[in-house]
Nanobody, 125 residues
Framework: VQLVESGGGLVRAGDSLRLSCSAT????????MGWFRQAPGKDHELIAA????????YYPDSVKGRFTISKDNSQNMAFLQMTNLKPEDTATYYC???????????????????WGQGTQVTVSS
């Protein structure tokens, strides 16, 4: 599957953004999805994940209560709604897909075989 992110930009602390991930080539019905981010000089950080069925989501403490992941199989898209953004959220955000027959949360970036090109999110204070 090919993944393309959109929706990044420059915002102020406290603002909201909605990132979109458009998939082509295969149906996301077969995929668990994740959103990762990478700040300069740092590793990829998983910030949200959703199971293939869409029934279970995962968030680390750093974004819990502020970010929401969703998956719309009819549109073949995934989304990341981000609220109350903070300067430390500044990073390049990547959508990632894991084709699977299971229905579990995958936390390791190495479990995701398909990645988008990334979209930059910059939060000013």
């Amino acid at each position: 599957v090919q993944l393309v992110e959109s929706g990044g930009g420059l915002v102020r602390a406290g603002d909201s953004l909605r990132l979109s991930c458009s998939a082509t080539g295969r149906t996301l019905l077969l995929y668990a999805m994740g959103w990762f981010r990478q700040a300069p000089g740092k590793d990829h950080e998983l910030i949200a994940a959703i199971t293939r069925s869409g029934g279970t989501m995962y968030y680390p403490d750093s974004v819990k209560g502020r970010f929401t992941i969703s998956k719309d199989n009819s549109q073949n898209m995934a989304f990341l709604q981000m609220t109350n953004l903070k300067p430390e959220d500044t990073a390049t955000y990547y959508c990632a897909g894991r084709i699977t027959s299971d229905d579990r949360i995958a936390r390791s970036e190495y479990e995701y075989g398909d990645w988008g090109q990334g979209t930059q999110v910059t939060v000013s204070s």
